[in-house]
């Protein structure tokens, strides 16, 4: 790091938005921690964060029928709806847009319709699916 960055920052090490692995949902998790900071600090940091967020991805592994280990997606791309949501504190409502989102959808998809989409496939087992899936109980009704 240039002594530039560090005088700008005053810090050594400039400050890190994510944290991979904190939390199991990114989304939620992620936004969750607009909450740790003080008041002030809060709502300047959520207005900016808002506007530069572009898109959020979490991926997990999981098994295949043959033994081997695949990736699992879900993406979150940031529309209005979304920066909006995230400036009035309303993060709970945002796993609702993504489930709300149609499956065929590329600019976002929840990570239970990617497990949907495997177990179509034959990829991988009903059991794998719930067991990787964010809302078990909305999925197993799909995987017939």
């Given at each position: ?42 709502r ?87 067991e ?13």
């Amino acid at each position: 790091m240039d002594s530039d960055s560090k005088r700008k920052t005053g810090r050594r090490n400039p400050p890190r938005l994510f944290a991979a692995g904190d939390f199991v949902c990114p989304v939620q998790g992620s936004l969750r921690k607009l909450g740790t900071q003080k008041p002030r600090e809060h709502r300047v940091f959520q207005g900016g964060f808002s506007m530069v967020l572009q898109a959020v991805v979490s991926q997990q592994l999981v098994p295949t029928k043959k033994g081997t280990l695949t990736p699992a997606f879900e993406l979150m791309t940031v529309t209005p709806d979304i920066r909006s949501m995230i400036r009035g504190k309303k993060i709970p409502q945002i796993d609702g847009r993504i489930y709300s989102a149609p499956g065929t959808s590329k600019d976002m998809f929840s990570m239970d319709s990617w497990l949907l989409n495997l177990y179509n496939q034959g990829t991988i087992t009903r059991e794998t699916a719930l067991e990787h899936a964010m809302l078990p109980r909305l999925l197993g009704p799909k995987l017939s």
